[in-house]
């Protein structure tokens, strides 16, 4: 049915004005004031609500084996929670252990989505290990459409890298134009402060921060960038926590290094105190990379309005308290991550544009366009302009609530976030014009999602 979203305040990543938006079959056909609506058109009236093209969340984990367990999310919850936040599209990290067979685990890890999702969906394929017959896989994912990849300079022995792979890699993105996303921290320097720590009988939460100081991040971000300048390939920093890592990759972009910088949710609103929490508490606020001193969130806020951070995801990954008990004992077998799929959005919203210095264009640019962009997903996704896809969020600011592990959709009995206030939420969601959600309820349809096939080359960085 054709969908006529009428007299709403469009923002996009540099615009913001009213007009109405005409919808038929998966695309925007029209744009601008006092619209038709012919016979058998859903009108849907946007008056004192804001519309954003559909966000995308760059960073997600929805299937996850890892230390010995699995994230609990599977494509039904993930995609409905993602929908509810207003996040049309997300990038799920397709993550091997070293010793698995790539095209393997990427047939895996795209068979778990396929005909399940509710919302768009793409990968980011991660290289845990470089050898011809790997190579040779690579290339056939990426002639697939999964154009970027992911390697971790930490999780030595698992998921990480050394550094004539990582070199092997660089060469092979840059042969193919494709972007090459990096966990960046030392895992020689986690591994030794891991051990010397636990010898000493500091076992507890709070000493996971410690076990991979600010330092070990930033001489990871120095030297992703070092190789990406010997390469010439393109990177994307994920994650980046702390004021001396953000300066690193800042340092490489000035001297000309084509070099992204993704933040995620919980560093600009949560601090390393949370893991010193009593108890279970501590535990759900185990990340990699960690929890950071306080003074660090100004920092990350700044750099957001300024562009210096050019996009803002989640690094969703949900492991519940019982799975969190695994490293009660000893902070090193604590599952590493924390749900935030569903709520990047509404508290990106609440603490940057309503509460905070975030213009809002620069909210839609970080949180939506930016990724577009830098992952070839644009301007089908990240947009609102005629022939884009019909990925729309209509947005209610005038909504008060709160964040709970009651109400959420992300398959976890915990929020990180719980209690916390929010200033408004998604009214409607749409997905290539199908409404998902409605009245900020999920109404949509499991298996509307799709795959989306990227090209390389993929827009390099600093090019937004
Ligand atoms: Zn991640």
């Not at 990038?91 to 047939?107: T, V």
């Not at 990759?249 to 933040?263: D, F, H, M, P, T």
Request: charged share 25%; with cysteine.
């Amino acid at each position: 049915m054709p969908l006529l979203i009428r007299n709403g305040e469009i923002v996009t990543s540099t615009d913001r004005y009213v007009a109405d938006i005409f919808i038929a079959d998966e695309t925007v056909t029209a744009i601008g004031p006092s619209l038709p609506a012919p016979g058998g058109t859903e009108v849907i009236d946007a008056t004192g609500k804001l519309v954003f093209p559909g966000f995308i969340d760059p960073h997600v984990h929805i299937h996850l084996p890892f230390m010995g367990t699995f994230a609990k999310d599977d494509y039904r919850t993930a995609s409905t929670a993602a929908l509810v936040g207003g996040t049309t599209t997300l990038i799920e990290m397709c993550c091997p252990s070293r010793g698995e067979d790539a095209m393997e685990q990427y047939r895996i890890w795209k068979a778990k989505a396929a005909g399940l999702s509710a919302c768009d969906y793409t990968f980011h394929m991660a290289v845990t290990r470089y050898d011809a017959a790997t190579e040779a896989q690579l290339r056939e994912i990426v002639a697939d459409g999964t154009a970027s990849f992911k390697i971790f300079l930490s999780y030595k022995n698992f998921f990480g890298v050394d550094d004539g792979e990582m070199y092997q890699t660089l060469k092979l993105a840059r042969e193919l134009g494709v972007i090459v996303t990096a966990h960046c921290e030392n895992a020689e320097l986690v591994s030794r402060l891991q051990q010397e720590l636990i010898a000493a009988g500091k076992t507890g939460p709070e000493w996971h921060e410690p076990s991979r100081p600010e330092v070990v991040e930033a001489e990871g971000t120095t030297r992703f960038a070092t190789f990406l300048e010997t390469t010439g390939a393109t990177g994307y920093v994920v994650h980046l926590s702390c004021e001396p890592a953000l300066q690193a990759a800042l340092a490489a972009r000035a001297r000309g290094v084509k070099i992204a910088v993704e933040s995620v949710l919980p560093h600009f609103l949560l601090d390393k105190t949370y893991a010193a929490r009593e108890g279970v508490e501590g535990l759900k606020y185990v990340m990699s990379p960690p929890l950071r001193e306080k003074r660090n969130q100004a920092v990350l806020w700044a750099a957001l309005e300024a562009g210096e951070i050019d996009t803002v995801g989640t690094d969703h990954c949900p492991f519940d308290l019982e799975q969190k008990l695994l490293g009660k004992d000893a902070f090193t077998l604590i599952p590493n991550g924390i749900p935030g799929l569903e709520d990047r959005v509404n508290l990106m919203y609440t603490y940057g544009v309503s509460r905070g210095g975030l213009s809002l264009n620069r909210f839609v640019d970080a949180l939506s366009t930016r990724a577009a962009k830098l992952f070839g997903l644009y301007p089908r996704k990240g947009e609102i302009a005629v022939g884009s896809d019909a990925d729309l969020v209509v947005y209610d600011p005038a909504y008060r609530g709160a964040i709970s592990a009651k109400t959420q959709h992300m398959n976890c009995d915990y929020s990180g976030f719980e209690g916390v206030a929010i200033d408004g939420r998604p009214d409607v969601v749409t997905v290539r014009g199908r409404v998902q959600v409605r009245g900020g309820a999920f109404v949509g349809e499991y298996g509307h999602g799709e795959f989306l096939r990227r090209k390389p080359p993929v827009e390099g960085a600093n090019a937004g």
